[in-house]
């Protein structure tokens, strides 16, 4: 049976990681028999991060990687039904949650006082003060490095507002992105989407995509086909 290494539940989500829930998402929507190790060590990854899916003697990280295995090894259908205009709109929207929302939503947990405590309880108890702290500055180096943790909570609410606005346009009324079928695009940008939206504390990201007219339901019924134990974001 495959393996998939990841995060543990956290938040009301099957995984504290949006790129480890869109990795349960990918292999629930191939209908692949697997189960989750949480246990792993995160240091000897082959990237010192997760998701990594175990098939046999083979190991693959990163959830971009996994897609294009189970795509290539198992036949699993993401999306071979969307046009080549669908296809590069799907990928676009891939990259945009996944290298803009997905900083933004760490940037909230790791650089906000209150959701910081949170995250301390989940990933760090029990380990002394200086470890967590210091795990902490590096990951709020890492974001100011990478830009997002520049921009003033209100600046980056309204950049991720755009995002957001581009996906409800993008969705419209459809069930899916692309009509009434899901693909790697929807698994992809909801499991963003959807750990954005369950914020520890009161969060402006939070109110942003929860009090949108469409967005929440999408996310709930992306949710409840493919991820597992899943929060009512519609609620």
């Known amino acids: 049976m495959l393996e998939l290494q990841t995060f543990g539940p956290a938040f009301g989500l099957a995984s504290a990681s949006s790129p480890c829930l869109k990795a349960m998402g990918l292999l629930n929507m191939?209908?692949?028999?697997?189960?989750?190790?949480?246990?792993a060590d995160l240091e000897k990854s082959p990237m010192h991060k997760f998701p990594v899916l175990k098939d046999g003697d083979q190991i693959i990280p990163d959830s971009s990687f996994i897609q294009q295995h189970l795509e290539k090894n198992y036949g699993a259908d993401f999306g071979s039904w969307l046009t080549p205009e669908q296809r590069a709109t799907a990928h676009a929207f891939n990259r945009m949650a996944e290298e803009h929302i997905y900083f933004a939503t760490?940037?909230?947990?790791?650089?906000?006082?209150?959701?910081?405590?949170?995250?301390?309880?989940?990933?760090?108890?029990?380990?002394?003060?200086?470890?967590s702290d210091t795990v902490r500055s590096q990951v709020v180096a890492g974001l100011m490095t990478n830009g997002i943790a520049r921009f003033p909570t209100e600046m980056l609410v309204e950049r991720i507002g755009k995002?957001?606005?581009?996906?409800?346009?993008y969705l419209g009324d459809k069930s899916f992105l692309f009509g009434d079928r899901?693909?790697?695009a929807d698994i992809a940008v909801a499991a963003q989407l959807a750990a954005m939206a369950v914020s520890p504390?009161?969060?402006?990201?939070?109110?942003?995509?929860?009090?949108?007219?469409?967005?929440?339901?999408?996310?709930?019924?992306?949710?409840?086909?493919?991820?597992?134990?899943?929060?009512?974001?519609?609620?």
């Open 182 to 184: 899901a693909c790697f």
């Open 106 to 131: 760490v940037n909230d947990r790791w650089n906000n006082d209150a959701n910081w405590e949170h995250i301390k309880a989940l990933f760090f108890s029990g380990a002394p003060a200086e470890i």
């Open 30 to 39: 191939a209908n692949l028999d697997w189960k989750p190790d949480f246990a």
């Open 163 to 169: 995002d957001v606005n581009a996906i409800a346009d």
């Open 201 to 235: 504390e009161k969060s402006p990201f939070a109110d942003l995509i929860n009090s949108h007219p469409t967005i929440p339901a999408w996310i709930e019924r992306v949710s409840k086909n493919y991820f597992p134990d899943s929060v009512d974001l519609a609620a």
